[in-house]
């Protein structure tokens, strides 16, 4: 009798996408079925205050680049419930995050002044400076480098006995280069304590998603490096919140890393610089307007009687207040001048440098 | 005779758009470089007429570029890489140094690579990080790699055809505040050797050596300084590796003095490597010891500080002063 062996068939398969993003708002501003928020009252007004203070600086920015007194810059546009759902899972106490560079409100929650965060896209290099006891890092343009230095972090926190969480942020563009997948394999084998959150917001500059992995979705990619992977409506502050926190929850349990992928959209131009108009499909655009995560968040406080005419207009108000006091203070800040151009290349200042920042000098005051 | 008044940028895209069309293996890769024509409009155009199997967006993945760029050219292929920015390349470096610059020798000659890494270099655009890096000491010191620079848009135009038609791998470095600049470019010319430099202007004093955004730069030095009746030669290196120095010897035999000139920081740059050989080959012709101006050794800064670090008209002007005080 001859038994037949079954003929060999893969035994991973491209997942099929039936994964559906955790969801707790819906666009209209109701909660999901059986939904509970984890957000209470207050902090659920504070977040969508720092979400709306995003928006509004993005505005401002965008405004004074063109007018030339801000340099090219990212806005968040269109991801604020994902920078800030994620942020509000962290204490900006013992937690850090580690930027990208389209992450503004993430830095303000942890205590980043606004002022700072201008000052490095002025081109100025005391925009590099966080004020002692603020856990960020700088503003990150290489894209992906970032990430393995989070995992070292992070290490480092876990190896002084700190209960801290490293939440770092990355693109879907950026998901593509080896850094990200270096970092995710070395953080699952160190167990170290970071919240990976890919922001997926469809494009990187001119990319569309769909070019940039022929992975159904980019969280699926976690079991390949034996962390948890979740897939969240990256649009939806209640469920990226509640998502993170759970990650967050088991980082500092010693549980080890997580990778969420945050599904959201990128509302326009990648940066200043950018016209998106010639790459981004007009229909693909206003597909996601109604999916706008600061009016879903709106719309869920007014319906429960914790917004009102009288109050946005006081939050918006206090928000266009603290900006144009940003950009008076740092429309009012010196030139660095030439001492900054030497002084931090090292912990000394070689004899060859001293000679050159001399020579520069001379030559400043002679013209 | 076909003559355009071309502005780097659109030379470059007119080239590479000959080059596709003169060769069905000429392919394009790079992060932006389709729809987008990229980020500095260069291919703008090439993927709607050339089609998205021949100019391809690519995930964003510099080493993957360059790698995939290898495994191309093995085919037969002929790869034009876009790497966005300079300080981007940085993660391509390893296929770039390990495995582009060495394939050639370790298979004892059997596989070219006939690869070119084109990338937009240099600063002076007011960028933020990364955007403003000077990487060709790096390439320039990794035997197997041919390392060009072109300063207007006529080298640009004749410089990437000749560059893709090469049988060996090119680093291709473009000025990108030099995008801008425009020059009559005359289609049909006889265009000179890739690999050779050119004396860009005439002059009795000083030799002015310079390449890529430099060479504006020194060019306007040697009008400030004929003002003042001194007669600067200005020769632009073109190719940075293989050097070629031969025209640059007999100048300085004749003015006997030199200054390099270039971006970069100058420690460990271009610059040590150009005043070495000058001393071997011209020692009693110097008057003066071969100067260098350039950037300062500290990294690329932001922008405030932009104008500080970048060699301008009157540091040459300086390092000129100095070499005539000798």
Redesign the interface.
Known sequence: MSTTRPAFTPQFMREDGDAAPWTVLRPDGQLEEGARPTLDDAQLREACELMLFSRAFDEKGFSLQRQGRFGTFSPVRGQEASVVGAAVALDPQRDWVVPQYRELPALLRQGLPLEQFMLTFLGDPRGGLAPEGVNVLPIQIGLAAQLPQAVGLAWGLARQGRDAVVLVFCGDGASSEGDFHEACNLAGTLGAPVVFLLQNNGWAISTPRSRQSAAVTLAARAPGYGIPGSLVDGNDLLAVHEVVSDAVGRARAGDGPSLVETLTYRLGDHNTADDARRYQPADELESWAPRDPIARVLAHLRSRDLWDDEHDAAVRARIGRRIDEAVRTVEGVEPPGVDHLFAHVGEELSPRLARQRADLIASVETR | MTTETLTMGKALNLGLRRAMDDDPKVVLMG??I????G?FRVTDGLQKDFGEARVV????????IVGTAVGLALRGYRPVCEIQFD??V??AVNQIVTQVAKISARSQGRMRMPVVIRIPFGGGI??????SESPEAYFAHTPGLKVVSVSNPVDAYWGIQQAIAAPDPVVFLEPKRRYWEKAEVDLDAIPEPLFRSRVVRRGDDVTVLAYGPMVATALQAAAAAAEEGRSLEVVDLRTLSPLDLDPVVDSVRRTGRCVVVHEAQV?HGLGAEIAARLTEQCFHSLEAPVLRAGG????Y??????E??LPDL??VL?AVDRAMGF
């Open positions: 992060e932006d389709g729809r987008l024509g980020v967006d690519t995930p964003l993945a510099e080493a993957g300080g981007f940085f993660p007011g960028a933020v990080e990364h955007h420690s300062y050794d500290v990294p800064p932001p922008a405030r500080n932009e500080e670090y009157d540091r300086d």
